[in-house]
């Protein structure tokens, strides 16, 4: 990013922060006439990407004076959206027509809409026929705005939409709100430039763009010293991350950056694309002492020919091979990937060549997904969809396969002293706490409360397959 585009954003955060200031008045003058607080709810769908999102979200509305609470039934709601498959769509309309009921309860309530699927015109275009009560509609790249939109709300009392096709804005040093005290999702990059036939993701995320090194070492820091042990450093294709750059560094080396600061015990991160994943990658994991033991490698298809078509740049071989050199050199990994069933012109050859892949490469467990057909994408104007009933049965096979391989890996590390991140009470017996193993598994044991967000060694007593219950040892 060049210094012009530097000054620009800068610019806009003091003009973010003004508004902000000014809505502060705005809603402390209105909570000392009502003696109550506005409350906010925000229903996040979708990626860990809309998840961090939720949390600027947050930051920004807390700022304001508003309090969050659990449930819809409060004064400003949002939802925010994804689009990734139709199903998740479906969702949004289910939660607005209830939305709709509340607000004809309570008038002055506020309902705005975000995230990937306000970045699609029909979309949109159906909420602005159908859905009037919606009060704001902004998308993925002007999150940093929402000040700005519920202040105009506020003034003109009418629907503001506010969409952008694309951007090459980072606005930093915004409010943002953490769900969890002792770890954090940082954004590495935005968008994605892959455009897989079959994805809507860079239509509605727009270009990849990557944040300075600079940046994100200063967030990592600031997060350590507010207690931050494990950070998720996040992308669509983290692997390409740097390469835009002015002064271009690659994923590898910004993960050796992030290990050398002190407090961060662990560093995740989300998605690695196997086309990127280079050897350099595989060694700085091998060499580090923080990094966890888990990848996500998703493999889409196991069949080179769909996976051309897919536009993935990477064959079943290479893939096989990929995951030979990261078992042979950490060999305590643990893979999860995801799956797509049912994608255009998929011939049962093509599905057993992923059925084949699935039984070499051994995952931990997958995500298996039919085939959604997204308006736009090329996949979608392809003339050989697969019939509805051929892919549901693929999928079964399919998951029954998983759920084989997922048996066979489950309980490796049984009868071992692991490092655990304590990270709440087990909901179901309030006796246990619930921690996660470096390799991405919970595992339950007996412990105090105020071993939260602390890393705890704990005895594997017994592999229950998708987790273990442990005993804690003596500190
Ligand atoms: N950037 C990540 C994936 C993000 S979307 C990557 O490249 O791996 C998460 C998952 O949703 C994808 O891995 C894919 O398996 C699935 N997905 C994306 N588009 C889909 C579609 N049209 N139908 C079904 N599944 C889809
Ligand atoms: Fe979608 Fe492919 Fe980008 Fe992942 S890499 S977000 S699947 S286009
Ligand atoms: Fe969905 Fe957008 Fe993520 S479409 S999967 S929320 S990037």
């Known amino acids: 990013m060049d210094k012009r585009t530097t000054n620009i954003n800068e610019l806009e955060t003091i003009k973010q922060q003004k508004i902000i200031e000014e809505l502060k008045e705005l809603y402390k003058a209105e909570e000392e006439r009502k003696g109550k607080k506005k409350t906010y709810h925000i229903v996040t769908f979708g990626c860990q990407m809309n998840s961090r999102d939720s949390e600027k979200i947050s930051g920004i509305l807390k700022q304001i004076g508003y309090v969050e609470t659990d449930t819809e039934e409060a004064d400003f709601v949002l939802y925010n959206t994804c689009t990734v498959r139709e199903n998740a769509n479906n969702k949004v309309y289910g939660h607005l027509g209830f939305a709709k009921k509340l607000k004809e309860k309570n008038p002055d309530m506020l309902i705005a809409l975000c995230g990937c699927m306000m970045q699609e015109p029909e979309a949109v275009e159906n909420i602005k026929k159908r859905y009037r009560f919606v009060d704001i509609i902004f998308g993925t790249h002007n999150i940093f ?12 009392n009418r629907m503001v939409i506010d969409l952008w096709k694309d951007t090459d804005m980072i606005v930093e040093d915004l409010p943002s709100d953490r769900k969890f005290s002792f770890k954090a999702g940082v954004n590495i990059m935005y968008g994605c430039n892959n455009f897989c036939s079959y994805c809507i993701v860079p239509y509605v ?33 983290v692997n390409s991350y740097g390469k835009n750059l002015t002064n271009p560094i690659s994923f590898a080396q910004l993960l050796k950056e992030v290990e050398k600061i002190d407090g961060i015990e662990r560093i995740r991160f989300m998605t690695s694309h196997p086309k990127d994943l280079s050897q350099e990658l595989i060694d700085v994991m091998k060499d580090s002492t923080k990094i966890c033991r888990h990848l996500h490698l998703p493999l889409q298809s196991g069949s080179t020919r769909l996976l051309k078509i897919m536009n993935r740049r990477y064959t079943k071989e290479s893939y096989l091979d990929l995951v030979e050199r990261i078992r042979t050199a950490i060999p305590d990994i643990s893979l999860t990937t995801d799956i797509i069933v049912g994608f255009p012109g998929e011939t049962e050859e093509d ?18 997904f039919l085939y959604s057909k997204r308006t736009g994408t090329p996949a979608a104007a392809m003339e050989n969809q697969v019939e509805e009933t051929v892919a549901k049965e693929r999928f079964d096979r399919l998951l029954k396969l998983v759920q084989e391989c997922s048996a066979k890996a489950a309980g490796r590390e049984e009868h071992t002293i692991q490092k655990v991140l304590v990270e709440e009470v087990n ?15 919970l595992v339950h044991f ?9 890393i705890a060694e704990v005895y594997l007593e017994e592999s229950k397959g998708f987790y273990y219950m442990g005993r804690l040892q003596e500190q």
């Open 145 to 156: 705005k929402l000040a700005e939109l519920l202040q105009t709300r506020l003034l003109s």
């Open 205 to 237: 995320r727009g270009r990849e763009r990557s944040r300075s090194p600079e940046d994100i070492i200063a967030e990592i820091k600031a997060l350590a010293a507010d207690g931050v042990v494990e950070i998720m450093l996040l992308g669509q294709n």
């Open 351 to 368: 599905f057993k060549e992923t059925m084949d892949v699935v039984s070499k490469a051994g995952y931990e467990s997958a995500f298996t």
């Open 427 to 441: 909901t179901q017996d309030s006796t246990l706490l619930t921690g996660r193993l470096s390799n991405n598994l």
């Open 446 to 454: 007996k412990g105090e409360e105020s071993l939260i967000g602390t």
